[in-house]
Nanobody, 118 residues
Framework: QVQLVESGGGLVQPGGSLRLSCAAS????????MAWYRQAPGKQREWVVT???????NYADSVKDRFTISRDNVKNTVYLQMNNLKPEDTGIYYC????????????WGQGTQVTVSS
């Protein structure tokens, strides 16, 4: 059974930084494509960034040049370094293992709250 556990969220002032972590179990992590999504209050969940098994990544325009995704295939963990945070980055951040030929469906973590406010 695939399990994803996010951590690292919290309250930060505008311009500050946070590092989110997502620990995965129950899947062949090294061949999994991983992603972060977020959901702001009253809005639909939106895609933030994807990192593929080979390490390449794509970012939403709203976070490009501020957020950096990375993965550690020994620790089965994906990270999201978030710099220069803005109030509009506030939301619940979810980690996902994406459906692929090797993973039968998309799996979601429980989410971690990020609040950017002065």
């Amino acid at each position: 059974q695939v399990q994803l556990v996010e951590s690292g969220g919290g309250l930060v002032q505008p311009g500050g930084s946070l590092r989110l972590s997502c620990a995965a179990s129950g899947t062949a992590f090294s061949i999994a494509n991983m992603a972060w999504y977020r959901q702001a209050p009253g809005k639909q969940r939106e895609w933030v960034v994807t990192i593929r098994s080979g390490g390449s990544s794509n970012y939403a325009d709203s976070v490009k040049d501020r957020f950096t995704i990375s993965r550690d295939n020994v620790k089965n963990t994906v990270y999201l370094q978030m710099n220069n945070l803005k109030p509009e980055d506030t939301g619940i951040y979810y980690c996902a293992v994406l459906q692929s030929p090797f993973v039968g469906r998309t799996y979601w973590g429980q989410g971690t709250q990020v609040t950017v406010s002065s």
